[in-house]
C-alpha cells in the first residue's frame, strides 16, 4: 500500500466511523433503527476502500458486505440493548461502539483489498 492510499484509506474510515457513531448516538434509545443507515454508511466505505485500490464494488455486493460485517458481531446490539436506552450514557456508548466497529471493519478490508483478498464468498 503507498502512503497516498493509506492516506485516503484513513480519511475514508474515520469520516464512515464519525458518521456511524453519530448516527448511534442518535438513536441509542430506538435500538434497531440505526442498522440501516450504519450498514449504507459501511457499504459506502466498502465501496470507497474498493475505488482506492482499483476494485470497484457494485452497490449491491457492498450492501451485502456490509451486512455481512454487521451481523457477526453481535456486542453491539447486546450494549444497545443493556444501556442504549440511559439517555447521554446510552448515546455516547452506543455511538463510541459504532465508531469503533466501522474503524474496525474498514482497516480489516482495507488489509484485504491489499493483499487483493476476496471480499465476497462465491
Known amino acids: 500500500m503507498t502512503p497516498q492510499q ?9 469520516n464512515a ?4 457513531g453519530l448516527f448511534a448516538a442518535g438513536l441509542a434509545q430506538l435500538p434497531t433503527l440505526d442498522k440501516t443507515p450504519i450498514t449504507s454508511v459501511l457499504a459506502t ?22 451486512a455481512n460485517l454487521l451481523a457477526g458481531r453481535p456486542l ?10 440511559v439517555p447521554v450514557f446510552g448515546n455516547a ?6 465508531s469503533g466497529l466501522a474503524t474496525g471493519l474498514g482497516w480489516s478490508l482495507v488489509r484485504a483489498l491489499d493483499r487483493g483478498e476476496s471480499l465476497l464468498a462465491e
Not at 493509506?6 to 474515520?14: A, D, R, S, T, V
Not at 466505505?45 to 456490509?66: C, I, T
Not at 456508548?93 to 459504532?98: D, E, Q, R, S, V
Open 6 to 14: 493509506e492516506l485516503k484509506c484513513l480519511i475514508i474510515i474515520q
Open 17 to 20: 466511523a464519525g458518521a456511524a
Open 45 to 66: 466505505m466498502a465501496r470507497s476502500l474498493g475505488d482506492v485500490f482499483d476494485r470497484p464494488l457494485l452497490e449491491a455486493d457492498a450492501q451485502k458486505l456490509a
Open 76 to 85: 453491539r446490539p447486546a450494549s444497545q440493548w443493556a444501556i442504549g436506552w
Open 93 to 98: 456508548l452506543n455511538g463510541a461502539t459504532a
